[in-house]
């Protein structure tokens, strides 16, 4: 998926100039060109930012072009993004079917950082799935219920849950995140 080419789609479907948008969501833009020009990758915490003005969820986003039965992902084509001020990475697995019900990712959190799972609301029947690949993490519920998981552990939950997911080791936390319906 060209991330440019669709960004520039949804400020022109919104008919925003590329100052509407530097000054709503204070970036420059030079920087908005470059990247709807595939001149540069946004950042996840740039990405975000701009879905959020457009209306647009993560997971809905890179749900846009796949139409086939199947999707192959090879891991050098794989979409990723980080937040060095979060110390995660986040790298989109193959998740692109159009009206997919299914969003997964692989996580990287260094120590001491965390990663929040959106939480649906109460009527949407939706799960959940974590596996733990490497390191510890603790995965604290509803802001009160704490469990710790360590390599090759794996947990489901609703998702109406609220989840945190936090790096308590001392090295690199590796994870699956997976849910239905998409979870970012």
């Not at 540069?40 to 749900?63: D, E, I, K, T």
Request: charged share 25%; glycine share 4%.
């Amino acid at each position: 998926m060209e991330i440019g080419s669709y960004l520039k789609k949804l400020r022109k479907e919104k008919n925003y100039t590329l100052n509407d948008v530097a000054k709503k969501t204070k970036m420059s833009a030079s920087l908005l060109s470059q990247l709807e020009n595939d001149k540069a990758s946004p950042s996840l915490n740039s990405l975000q930012v701009l879905l959020r003005f457009y209306g647009v969820g993560l997971s809905a986003f890179f749900n846009q072009v796949e139409k086939n039965d199947f999707f192959i992902l090879k891991s050098k084509d794989a979409e990723t993004f980080s937040s060095k001020t979060e110390n995660v990475i986040l790298t989109f697995l193959a998740s692109k079917l159009q009206n997919t019900k299914n969003v997964s990712f692989k996580a990287q959190l260094e120590p001491h950082s965390e990663l929040i799972i959106a939480q649906l609301d109460d009527d949407i029947q939706g799960e959940r799935f974590i596996y733990i690949i490497t390191g510890s993490v603790e995965i604290v519920f509803d802001k009160k219920d704490r469990l710790a998981l360590t390599s090759d552990d794996s947990i489901i939950f609703r998702s109406f849950v609220s989840c945190k997911i936090m790096n308590t080791g001392s090295r690199v936390l590796k994870l699956i995140v997976t849910g239905t319906p998409p979870l970012i």
